[in-house]
């Protein structure tokens, strides 16, 4: 089956853009979180949807943004990019019910890398 | 905030066994411990989990230490193809504002010929 597809891969950007980011998980996939990876802090969470719904929020400003499809697609928002806002960020989707949420495996994207100039 | 904390490289020779240790001396009862792994230009990759006992799969075994405070990875055979940054990670149902995941800053991995 396909695994979770991410788009653009690469993109550059300059200061005061802003980007939109897109993840599909994998058919029957409910869940979809997003990562921020970067050298100096390691991966980040950034947000969790769950059939449409925001499950969780990580500790990123509100310039940062998601959102949850019918379809379980999901898309994040950064506005006014700044330059520490380049980093590679990641989609991972899994079952995920709500009850041992804990034992289902993630399978991540390949992520979208992000250059703010 | 919770953690995981890992050692930041190892070394390994080509089929010989590897041990990578982590630490989670902030685990819940109902935490899952994972592994992953991230190969260059890649987005990280299942490898095992577990919850209380000791699991094996097809590419690795998973030891985990009676009182849930530490696991070791254990790769058997490694190979050039093992070489990756391996992440240990808590994943619970509802973590707040660190969301459903709890992780370090991972070990990388060098496997020598």
């Known amino acids: 089956k396909a695994g979770v597809t991410q788009t653009p891969r690469y993109l550059i950007k300059t200061r005061g853009q802003q980007v939109t980011l897109s993840c599909s998980p994998i058919?029957?996939?409910?869940?979809v979180s997003w990562y921020q990876q970067t050298p100096g802090q390691g991966l980040q969470f950034l947000f969790e949807?769950?059939?449409?719904?925001?499950?969780n929020k990580g500790n990123f400003p509100g310039r940062f943004s998601g959102r949850q499809f019918s379809n379980s697609r999901s898309e994040m928002n950064v506005s006014t990019l700044e330059l520490g806002d380049s980093a590679l960020y990641l989609c991972a989707s899994s079952l995920d019910v709500s009850v041992r949420s804990g034992a289902n495996v993630l399978t991540f994207g390949a992520g979208s890398r992000l250059t703010v100039l | 905030d919770a953690k995981t904390t890992q050692p930041n490289s190892m070394e390994s020779n080509e089929e010989e066994p590897v041990h990578l240790p982590c630490n989670h001396s902030t685990i819940s009862g109902t935490d899952y411990i994972h592994w992953y792994r991230q190969l260059p230009s890649q987005g990280p990759e299942y490898v095992i989990h577990?919850?209380?006992s000791n699991v094996n799969n097809r590419m690795a075994s998973l030891a985990i230490a009676e009182d849930r405070k530490s696991s070791t990875l254990i790769l058997h055979r490694a190979t050039l193809r093992d070489a990756a940054v391996y992440y240990c990670i808590l994943r619970r149902d509802y973590g707040g504002s660190q969301g459903n995941l709890i992780f370090g800053k991972g070990t990388k991995l060098s496997v020598k010929p």
């Open positions: 058919s029957g996939h409910r869940s």
């Open positions: 949807y769950f059939s449409e719904t925001q499950r």
């Open positions: 577990g919850l209380t």
